[in-house]
Nanobody, 126 residues
Framework: QVQLVESGGGLVQVGGSLTVSCAAS????????LGWFRQAPGKGREFVAA????????SYAESVKGRFTISRDNAKNTVSLQMNSLKPEDTAVYYC???????????????????WGQGTQVTVSS
């Protein structure tokens, strides 16, 4: 079992920056891929970004490319999502997810992930 706990959500103005983090515990390994999804009110959950376990390769949704950066610290078992130039449409609950074995090309599919956090709210106000 792997437990994921997100933190760092909050209220930020349009154009501002915010970093959300996720701490993993339990049966984690450096080979575990980690990702971020989000769910806006009234919408389905969508892929945001992912990072592989070994090569630290990354994948991003088109809507956040150039604005968001995903990173991980295997020594601390954490993954972070730095979000810049935030827009109102970035408002959502952000979820951390972990996959024991996943090709990064499939990172956008929820079914690839084995564990999920409870989410943290990010609100971008105009």
């Amino acid at each position: 079992q792997v437990q994921l706990v997100e933190s760092g959500g909050g209220l930020v103005q349009v154009g501002g920056s915010l970093t959300v983090s996720c701490a993993a515990s339990g049966r984690t390994s450096s080979g575990t891929a980690l990702g971020w999804f989000r769910q806006a009110p009234g919408k389905g959950r969508e892929f945001v970004a992912a990072i592989s376990g070994s090569s630290f390769s990354t994948s991003y949704a088109e809507s956040v490319k150039g604005r968001f950066t995903i990173s991980r610290d295997n020594a601390k078992n954490t993954v972070s999502l730095q979000m810049n130039s935030l827009k109102p449409e970035d408002t959502a609950v952000y979820y951390c997810a972990a996959a024991r074995a996943m090709r990064l090309a499939r990172a956008q599919f929820e079914s690839e992930y084995d564990y999920w956090g409870q989410g943290t709210q990010v609100t971008v106000s105009s």
